[in-house]
């Protein structure tokens, strides 16, 4: 099984930057892409970035493509999440997570998910 525990969340100004990084146990992290998803106030859990288990492939959804940007550090068993030019509708909870399918974006097709950190941005 995997364990994953989000950090990097907080409060931030609209245009402002921040980073969230997501730290996974045991040997096996390199065997799943992994995911952020963020859920607003009375919204569905939504998908925003993917990775592919080696690195070398991302996607985004298009509310965040050009200012978020994926990546994971498989020595460290860490994925992150860039996101700059923050926007007020980018307040939520980030979850992240791991799955076995390619390119997957639905909360379905993961298997397993941290507890979330808050983001909030101001306007």
């Known amino acids: 099984q995997v364990q994953l525990v989000e950090s990097g969340g907080g409060l931030v100004q609209a245009g402002g930057s921040l980073r969230l990084s997501c730290a996974a146990s045991?040997?096996?992290?390199?065997?799943?892409?992994m995911g952020w998803f963020r859920q607003a106030p009375g919204k569905e859990r939504e998908f925003v970035a993917g990775?592919?288990?080696?690195?070398?492939?991302?996607y985004y959804s298009d509310s965040v493509k050009g200012r978020f940007t994926i990546s994971r550090d498989n020595a460290e068993n860490t994925v992150y999440l860039q996101m700059n030019s923050l926007k007020p509708e980018d307040t939520a909870v980030y979850y992240c997570?791991?799955?076995?399918?390619?390119?997957?974006?639905?909360?379905?097709?993961?298997?397993?998910w941290g507890q979330g950190t808050q983001v909030t941005v101001s306007s």
């Open positions: 990775v592919n288990r080696s690195g070398g492939s991302t």
């Open positions: 045991g040997r096996t992290f390199s065997s799943y892409g």
């Open positions: 997570a791991a799955s076995s399918i390619t390119y997957a974006v639905h909360p379905y097709e993961y298997l397993y």
